[in-house]
């Protein structure tokens, strides 16, 4: 399959972002106060999640429907390819708890695509907290064997224990508490798994974590702008899922921090986790990420996931809310994803590694360019 032609506006756009960085690049390179910034990918990444923690921030309370709908739109297809790239297909695992992580990933699409054909034929919240789990426990028990440590594996055995019995004794209630709180992994993940020096995502986290409990405190709401594009909306949904018992404002609090720490999760995977993961090539130019693109997923690949995430924009916006649904039933795998490699990793502890460290030997061999 010739995806060539496919590919061309992508390269040009490539192209002509790269040039924009490279001013910005040699701008900053000869600013006094910028030139460390650059430099240090710790202090540039600790000062750009810190920025974008306080952004975002802003953005939830100006305007909320564009996070509603825009953000999906445009980062939801490409969030879930960085989980992948960076957890499966840059990970050094072992074969069995690769076929474990596909056969999962099928199956529980398999089951939102089910619930989505037929809603009321069966109890997919609780066969999907079953598979869900049972994945997690899988996770448990192989990334113990990998870091030869019984113990380590115990202890995490224990939280997912308790998770798992409590998922299935109210599956509903529990799928919407992870619908809301998966997006707080990321972060998680960004920092055990993926960060050399976590002292550098404090402020982030600190800030990520201060705005969260604001806004779900209910705090700010009086603060939000509910007059932009959408804005109805983000009100209309917050009212509904919270449901009767709870009051509006808390209500409207509980949506507004949810679109926060969603807008976070994304930028966690399509930004933060990428650059930690470089592992020692420098920061990647536009370029070096569509070469690790093609390289990773192969042309077809790439053209496929681009069709997908054109698919999720155009269907946003001319189906709405169906096609939001539709998205987020079917994406819901990558948050077991995460749960399970999480639990793989630290119950193998640093004898499991998670992600290859690549020397600057491999990466040039690669055909990878070191830059800042």
């Known amino acids: 399959m010739n995806v060539e032609p496919a590919l ?44 974008s923690a306080a952004v975002l921030a802003f953005a939830t309370l100006r305007v909320p429907g564009l996070l509603l709908v825009v953000g999906p739109a445009l980062f939801g297809v490409p969030h879930l390819v960085g989980d992948v790239r960076h957890i499966v297909i840059r990970s050094d695992l072992s074969r069995g708890w690769i076929r474990i992580v596909v056969v999962a990933c099928a199956g529980l699409v398999a089951i939102r695509l089910g619930e989505l054909a037929a809603p009321s034929t069966a109890r997919y919240a609780l066969v999907e907290a079953v598979a869900g ?21 115990l202890l995490v055995a224990l939280p997912v224990a308790v998770l798992a019995v409590a998922s299935m ?11 809301y709180a998966h997006n707080a992994v990321a972060l998680v993940v960004w920092v055990t798994m993926f960060r050399s020096r976590r002292i550098a995502a404090v402020p982030a986290i600190v800030t990520v974590g201060a705005i969260a409990f604001l806004f779900a405190s209910g705090s700010l709401v009086p603060w939000a702008h509910w007059e932009g ?25 509980i949506g507004l921090s949810y679109l926060y720490l969603q807008a976070v999760h994304y930028a966690v995977w399509v930004s933060w986790i990428p650059q930690d993961d470089m592992q020692g090539c420098g920061s990647a130019t536009f370029r070096m990420t569509v070469r690790a693109l093609r390289r990773e997923l192969s042309g077809a690949g790439c053209v496929l996931v681009t069709a997908a995430a054109i698919a999720v924009l155009v269907g946003s916006f001319v189906c709405g809310q169906r096609a939001r649904t539709a998205y987020f039933s079917v994406a819901a795998f990558h948050a077991w994803l995460e749960i399970a490699a999480l639990a793989y990793f630290l119950a193998g502890g640093k004898a499991s590694p998670t992600g290859p460290r690549r020397p600057w030997r491999a990466c040039r061999a690669q055909g990878w360019v070191k830059t800042i």
Request: hydrophobic share 50%; proline share 5%.
């Open 8 to 51: 061309r506006p992508a390269i040009v756009a490539v192209d002509v972002l790269d040039g924009v960085r490279s001013a910005l690049v040699r701008f900053s390179a000869r600013t006094a106060g910028l030139r460390l910034i650059i430099t240090s990918r710790d202090i540039r990444l600790g000062v750009q999640s810190f920025l």
């Open 133 to 153: 789990w049972s994945w997690v426990a899988a996770g448990v028990v192989l990334g113990s064997r990998a870091g030869k440590s019984v113990r380590r594996g």
């Open 169 to 179: 004794r109210s599956p509903e209630l529990a799928r919407a508490i992870f619908a």
């Open 229 to 253: 594009p959408w804005g109805r909306q983000v009100v209309a949904e917050s009212l509904t899922v919270a449901g009767r018992p709870m009051a509006p404002v808390a209500a409207m609090g």
